[in-house]
């Protein structure tokens, strides 16, 4: 099990790089050279934080991508959940249907309370601490 995958990884390295340039506008051409990321895979998850309104876009002569929310705004859950979908530590393989200890199953239990505090702790992770 990964916590963050590639894709989930490659926004936030794009959007820390972003956030560090003194540039304004950031050329998909200049994140490629600087993250060392395929093209292909970095137009794609910056298409989706352009379409999700954390990055702006810029068409043309001298286009590429900005930051449309302070990095202060933007959480590491957000991204997670952006890429890899709703955040699960504990699916119990058998499922509710099957399983008839859902409700008493003492694994379950503590597995449960450890995704809530992994939860807690990743909503409270921002892109600014990062860059600290």
Partial sequence: MRLVNRDTDYAIRAICFIAQSTKKIISVSELVKALK???SFLRKI???LNKKKLLKSYKGQGGGFSLL???HKVFLLDLIEIFQEDFKLNE???KKDICPNT???QLKDKL???E???L???KSITIADLLR
């Fill in 37 to 39: 990321v395929p093209r």
């Fill in 46 to 48: 910056l298409q989706l």
């Fill in 69 to 71: 929310v302070p990095v």
């Fill in 92 to 94: 119990c393989f058998l």
């Fill in 103 to 105: 409700r008493k199953c």
């Fill in 112 to 114: 449960d309370r450890i």
């Fill in 116 to 118: 809530n505090y992994v």
């Fill in 120 to 122: 807690k702790e990743l």
